[in-house]
C-alpha cells in the first residue's frame, strides 16, 4: 500500500515546523494543531531549512520512531538550532528561510549501485561505526550521476571514497515524499 500524504496534512506539517521554531526563538511552548490517522504513523523524515537558496540547516531520522507529527517537531528544531554545520538559526533568520519536508518510506538493503535510481532513492551507507545519507533530492540539486552521489555519500560517512565496495559495507535506498513552502 502506497504512504500518501494530503496536501492538507502537508499544510499542517509545515505550519507546525514553522510554529515549532518561532516558539522556540521566542521562549515560548507552541500551540499545535490538528493531527489526522497519517500524520500519526511512524515513519522517517527530514526537516531541512533553506536561505536564499542555500541550505541553512537539515536534519532527520531514517527510521520512524515517533508519529510523523512529532518525529516534523523535533527535526525542525534541531534543523534549526542543533545542525552543527551551521550557528543556531536566530530571530531575524526566521523570514528568510524556506522549510522543506522530506517523508521517507522503509529503507530497502540493496546488493548493488545499478539498484540506485537518481532523483527518486535517497541513499544510505553504512560500514562499522560510520554512516552516512543523501536524499533524493540532493543527488539532482548537484547534478550527480550514480558514481558521484556514491562516492560523495562514501565522504560524507568519513570514508575513503571507494569505500561502498568493501565487504563489510552495507548500501540502502529509499524514497521521500518532498514538499516545503514557497
Known amino acids: 500500500m502506497e504512504f ?8 499542517i506539517l509545515l ?25 500519526e504513523t511512524k515513519c522517517g523524515a527530514f526537516v531541512t531549512l533553506h536561505r536564499d537558496g542555500q541550505l541553512r540547516g537539515c536534519i532527520g531520522n ?6 510523523l507529527y512529532i518525529t516534523i517537531r523535533e527535526m525542525a528544531i534541531a534543523s534549526a538550532f542543533e545542525d552543527p554545520r551551521f550557528m543556531p538559526l536566530s530571530k531575524k533568520e526566521l523570514e528568510e528561510i524556506d522549510i522543506e519536508i522530506s517523508v ?10 545499478d539498484d540506485i535510481k537518481i532523483g527518486e532513492h535517497g541513499i544510505l551507507i553504512k560500514s562499522g561505526f560510520r ?6 533530492q540532493v ?9 558521484e552521489l556514491i562516492e560523495n555519500v562514501c565522504i560524507k560517512a568519513g570514508m575513503d571514497t571507494n569505500n561502498w565496495q568493501a565487504p563489510d559495507t552495507e548500501l540502502f ?3 521521500a515524499i518532498v ?4
Not at 514538499?179 to 514557497?182: D, I, Q, S
Request: charged share 25%; net charge positive.
Open 4 to 11: 500518501i500524504i494530503t496536501d492538507e496534512e502537508k499544510k
Open 15 to 39: 505550519e507546525s515546523a514553522r510554529e515549532t521554531i518561532t516558539a522556540q526563538l521566542a521562549g515560548k511552548k507552541p500551540v499545535y494543531g490538528s493531527t489526522t490517522k497519517t500524520l
Open 62 to 67: 531514517l527510521i520512524g520512531v515517533k508519529p
Open 104 to 113: 521517507l518510506s522503509p529503507l530497502k538493503k540493496i546488493k548493488s549501485i
Open 131 to 136: 554512516s552516512g545519507t543523501f536524499l533524493p
Open 139 to 147: 543527488a539532482v540539486e548537484q547534478k550527480w550521476n550514480v558514481n
Open 173 to 175: 535506498v529509499y524514497t
Open 179 to 182: 514538499f516545503g513552502e514557497k
